[in-house]
Nanobody, 119 residues
Framework: QVQLVESGGGLVQPGGSLRLSCVASGMNFSINPMAWYRRAPGQSRDVVAVITSWRTTTYADSVKGRFTISRDNAKNTVYLQMDSLKPEDTAVYYC?????????????WGQGTQVTVSS
């Protein structure tokens, strides 16, 4: 059974930094893409950053140059380093992976971790 467990959220002042972690289990971590999404109050859940098994990364325009996604395959963990945080980054952040099962890509989600950027 695939499980994704996020940690590292919290309250931070504008301009500050946080690092989110997501530990995966029940899957072959190294061969699957990993992603971070976020859902702000009253909005849809949107992709923030993606890292492939080849460590190719992509970012939403709103976080380019401020956020960095990385992965440690030895620890089955994906990270999101968030710098220069803004109030508009306030959201619940979710870890995600897509796993090919019977010719279908199945999405798995963590429980989410709250990030609040406020003075």
């Amino acid at each position: 059974q695939v499980q994704l467990v996020e940690s590292g959220g919290g309250l931070v002042q504008p301009g500050g930094s946080l690092r989110l972690s997501c530990v995966a289990s029940g899957m072959n971590f190294s061969i699957n893409p990993m992603a971070w999404y976020r859902r702000a109050p009253g909005q849809s859940r949107d992709v923030v950053a993606v890292i492939t098994s080849w460590r190719t990364t992509t970012y939403a325009d709103s976080v380019k140059g401020r956020f960095t996604i990385s992965r440690d395959n030895a620890k089955n963990t994906v990270y999101l380093q968030m710098d220069s945080l803004k109030p508009e980054d306030t959201a619940v952040y979710y870890c995600n992976t897509q796993i090919l099962q019977a010719s279908t890509r199945v999405n798995y989600w963590g429980q989410g971790t709250q990030v609040t950027v406020s003075s």
